[in-house]
Every structure is written in C-alpha cells, then in structure tokens.
C-alpha cells in the first residue's frame, strides 16, 4: 500500500476494476470467496459466543448498553466499558429469529465482504484476477482460527475495509474521497469490538506516508495534508466517544499480560503452538522474501506493515487474522513492483509462482485439517482426542461445552453457590444465569487470575461453594477432592462435582462416578465391560452421560454393549435412560430392552 504517481494512476483502476483488461475478474472473486467460506465453515464452538449472545439478550431486554457485570455473584455489578455492545445485540437478533441458521448466515456474508475487499485491495495492485483470488484465500487461510462466531468477525471486516480505503487514497477523484469515511468507521468500530489494530494500521501507514514525504517528496501535498487531517480527526472522534480511546484499557491489560491474561491461549506467542499457525508462518516468509527482493523498488509503507503486523502477530497469535488481511495487501505491492517502474518478466513470474507453489502446500494442509481432521484421534495414552475444531462441518459443537454438565444440574435442581472454570464460563452464563449466577468468567480486567484458586486453595473457601464444574485436572485434584467431593456427571470438557453433605446424599448414592469417562481409552473401556462386577454400573454411567449428551461414538459403544448383554437393560433406571438417551442419539431408537424386572443391586 502507498501513495501512487500520475503515470501509474493512468494505469491502474480506482474503485471499479476495467473488465475490457480482465475478463474473469468477477470468476475469480467468486472462486476465492468460495474457497473462503469452505475454509471457515467449521462448526460453532467459541465458548465466549455464549458470553456475548447472553449480554446481547440482556441489553434487547433492559433496552440499555449493560457496562457492568450482571452473572456472577462474586463480581455482581462491577463496571466496565462493554466496547463490543453493538456486536453483542447483532448476535443475539440473528441467534433470536434464526438460531444457529442465522448466525452462519451473518457469518457467510461478513467474510463475504472480506473477500470482495481484499480482493479488490490486491487486484488494484497487482492487476491480475489469478493472483488476487489465490492472496485472497490465502489470507483467509492463514487467520482461520480466527473467523469464529464473535465480535473479532467484526474487526476482521474493517481491517479489510480500511486497508482498501488505504490502498486507494491516492487514486482517482472517487476514491480520495472515501478516506473522509475512516472517522465513523472508528466510530462504529469501537462499539462492535475495539480498533486497536485499526489504530496500528492507519498510524504506521501515515508515519510510512509522511516519512517518504518528507524524504522524497514524492506525496502530492494535498494527498499527505488530507492524510494527515483523516488521521488526527479519526483520533478526536475515538477520544471523545466513551467507547473510544477511553475504553482500551481492557486492551492493555491483555497486551501486558496482567491480571492473568498471559495464560489465555490466544494471547500467547505464535511459536508455543507453531504447528497450528503454518499457512501464517509460510505468508510470513513469503512477505519477506519479496521484500528483500524488491527492497530497491518497495513501498515503505508495504514494508512496514508486513514487519509490524507480522511481529504483532507473532507475539499475539490472535492478531494472525487481521494481520494477513494487511500483509497480503502489501504483498501484492510488492509482486506488482514500484509504480512506474517496468519489471524484468522473470521477476513477475517468479513472484507468482512461488505464491502459488505456498498456496498449494497450504491447501494440502487444509485439506488435512477440514477432511482428515473429521476424524477423532487418540493421545499417546490411547485417551480419545475431538477432531479438529477446525473441520469441516455445520452446526453447534456441544462436545466443547459443558451443555451435558448444565442439563444435569438443571434437571436435578442443583443449587447454592457455584464454582466454574472459567473457560466454561460463557455457555454456563446464557443457560444458567440469573437462577444459576457463576463464579467467575475468562475476563482479567474483573476477574483476575482465574487460576490463583488452583494455586491458594484457601481463597475458595469463603465463598461456600455447593457444587462446582470443573475443567482442569488441577482443579479436580486441589480444589475438589474425592474425600469431600463426589463427581456426578462428566463430559469433555467439564466434570460436574458436588459437596459430599446430607443434601447431596441421594443424588450421590445414584449417579456417583465409578468407571465411566467419554474421552478414557478404549483398552479401559474394553477392560471394564469384560468384568462382570463393574460392566453394570458402567453401563448405567454411560447410558447417565448419553441422557443428556448426544455422542455418536459412545452411542455406539453403549449400542454393542447392550447387544452383548442384553440383562443390563432389564431394570426400571436402565429403561428410562435407555428412552431418555435414544431422545438424543438416534443411533439408540433400535435398542429394545428385554422385559422388565427388579433393579440390579450393581446399578445404585
């Protein structure tokens, strides 16, 4: 991105791209925003989604912004500035009047209109519709961890937006005056989830602008001045809005890691988890190779957006989204060469076959991760492993909720203070609250190091916690002991414990966990079925699991299981969980249980 001469502008489209020079320039938008929505079409599993559909719920119904804390009754009514409101009221429309549906269908056309804009971005440099779709995609491809179903959607669209708006600032008459829009775009940026990183991008890209200026003088002076003027404008509008500049304090908790923040996974270095962010690292080397090729000719601008957004990215992997939305941006500055200057042929092909040589090896790895990924796998222990969060597939992913864990303590009317892990925080805030307040959700600013409970057990007991779910085997281990807690329910990503009291003694002696876990291995499993003392009150703990979970792979072993021994499904529980289970598993409307009589003394 940068500034462009008279005689490039000449040749170069401004807003509409000459379809008389590129044919198929609308195929190739249409094959690239295809290959993008295949590549985000995973299935719903953000927990903070839950988070913000149960704020949005809560501002439609009080009709005002909620800036405090209303879910937990251990921070109840504690302030803070709600920068992502307006997202949180869009969710919850689209989830109200058309459920899971709706949300893909918000989610379809805001990474639509990505495309369209980065698409546009890079054909208007480097003219050629192949190369446009393949960047296009690959920067998709390379932030696709982060096109889930929350307001971060949001940013990625004005990251795209306002990396246009930059690219054509300089161009015709038309797009010139698209810049005078960047103020409102802040604006409402603030409110659908923060423009820090918009911030990050218009300050290097006006400091790139002003330094080749004042060097060069190769800025027209009235494009710098209304740079400049668009720049400090959009500073006074976000200073004055009080979701604006005043609100990012809550970014500067996270980027410093205070208050616990620097245990959030996303907020950690890219190299922790290298393997998952390679299409990113292979745009990363891809930018730099053609920098150090084309460093007689680069834009400065380009330049330094590809090294500050790459470094920001690598030490925050949650910026790797909109970082490749700007870097291939800068890319496409780069393969097109500096305006005005004529380029050796080979220079041109070789730029463009070695992006297209990444874009097939990260379409291999994606065929990997969206195909081969549907799989489940097992750890090194023979312990079961979800498939990959990223695979293809539609739909909401409850094995990454606690929703088994809240039908139980729904349906037995659990109740009394509650601990929670604070990663389930969000799904337990939209099913449980009000009747139900939580301990404690994923948010530094309030909460503080959700961890130090782990680390100081004695600061839980003031607050008299009756029941709890946890997700982390240190939580289990420290805080919940089995001398004085007994589990009752499990699923993947909670275990469901309570208080070993007078009141909790029935519920206990019933559906105390012995045996069953949905992730143990299968050698366990196998072990357990084939001994005769524990294979009923195994049974009864998965068929307890299934009641409230649906699980194609435990239906089926539970299916077999009672194939081989059709006794266990002979007494009055079994039956009704039985009639319960296949509720949730189709696979179990085939089961018929032998006649009825007493209970065995195996299942209490």
Not at 253 to 274: F, V, Y
Not at 393 to 404: D, S
Request: glycine fraction near 6%.
């Amino acid at each position: 991105m940068g500034s462009r001469s008279d005689k490039s502008e000449a040749i170069r489209p401004g807003i509409a791209p000459p379809q008389a020079q590129e044919r198929n320039y609308v195929q190739w938008l249409v094959l690239a925003g295809a290959a993008s929505l295949f590549l985000v079409t995973y299935p719903l599993f953000d927990p903070d989604l839950y988070w913000h559909l149960a704020n949005g719920r809560a501002m439609i119904a009080s009709g005002h912004i909620v800036n405090e804390e209303i879910f937990s009754y251990t921070h109840h009514g504690e302030f803070f500035v709600n920068h992502e409101w307006l997202s949180q009221a869009i969710f919850f429309i689209f989830w109200q009047y058309g459920g899971m549906v709706g949300l893909y269908v918000m989610k379809a056309v805001i990474v639509s209109c990505i495309c369209v804009l980065v698409y546009h971005t890079v054909y208007s440099a480097c003219r050629n519709a192949i190369v446009s779709s393949g960047l296009t995609t690959f920067a998709v491809l390379a932030g696709i961890e982060r096109y889930h179903v929350r307001p971060e959607l949001f940013s990625l669209l004005c990251v795209a937006l306002l990396t246009y708006i930059l690219s054509q600032y300089e161009s015709t008459h038309r797009a010139r005056r698209l810049i005078w829009a960047t103020p409102a775009i802040f604006l409402v940026w603030d409110w659908l989830h923060g423009a820090v990183v918009g911030f990050l991008l218009l300050l290097v890209f006006g400091f790139a602008e002003n330094a080749k200026h004042w060097r060069r003088r190769s800025v027209a002076r009235d494009g710098i001045n209304r740079l400049n003027a668009v720049i400090a404008l959009t500073v006074l509008v976000s200073a004055i809005s009080p979701y604006g500049l005043r609100s990012y304090e809550h970014f500067a908790i996270l980027a410093t890691s205070s208050h616990g923040a620097e245990r959030i996974i996303e907020l950690q270095p890219m190299w922790t988890r290298a393997d998952g962010h390679i299409p990113f690292l292979l745009m990363i080397l891809v930018a730099v190779s053609l920098v150090f090729a084309n460093r007689r000719h680069a834009s400065l601008a380009a330049v330094l957006l590809i090294f500050v957004f790459a470094a920001c990215a690598l030490r925050y992997n949650r910026l790797s989204g909109m970082a490749a939305i700007v870097i291939v941006a800068a890319m496409a500055q780069l393969i097109a060469g500096a305006p005005g200057t004529m380029r050796p042929r080979t220079w041109r092909s070789a730029s463009r076959w070695t992006t297209a040589f990444v874009l097939v090896v990260c379409s291999i790895a994606t065929v990997r991760w969206k195909i081969i990924g549907m799989q489940g796998t097992t750890s090194p222990n023979g312990a079961y492993v979800l498939p990959s969060q990223l695979a293809l597939g539609v739909g909401i992913n409850e094995k990454l909720t606690p929703a088994g864990s809240v039908r139980f303590i729904l349906d037995k009317g659990l109740n009394g203070n509650m601990y929670n892990n604070a990663n389930l925080a969000g799904y337990l805030c939209y099913y449980l609250t009000p009747e139900r307040p939580i301990f404690q959700y994923n948010m530094p600013p309030i909460f503080g190091d959700t961890t130090r409970f782990v680390k100081r057990p004695s600061e839980l007991e003031k607050w008299r916690v009756n029941y709890a779910l946890a997700g982390s085997p240190g939580e289990l281990t420290r805080l919940f002991p089995p001398e004085h807690w007994a589990w009752i329910y499990s699923d993947y990503v909670s275990t469901l414990v309570v208080r070993r009291t007078p009141e909790h003694k029935a519920i206990i002696d019933t559906y105390e966990i012995r045996y069953f876990a949905p992730e143990q291995p299968t050698w366990q499993y196998k072990q357990m079925s084939d001994d005769p003392e524990a294979r009923p009150r195994l049974a009864f703990e998965m068929g307890v699991y299934l009641a409230y979970m649906s699980d194609a792979r435990i239906a089926k072993r539970w299916q077999e299981l009672l194939g081989t021994y059709p006794d266990l499904t002979r007494s009055a529980a079994m039956r009704d969980l039985l009639t319960r289970a296949a509720m949730r598993n189709e696979a179990l409307s085939s089961v018929s249980p032998p006649p009825h009589h007493e209970d065995n003394p195996h299942l209490r």
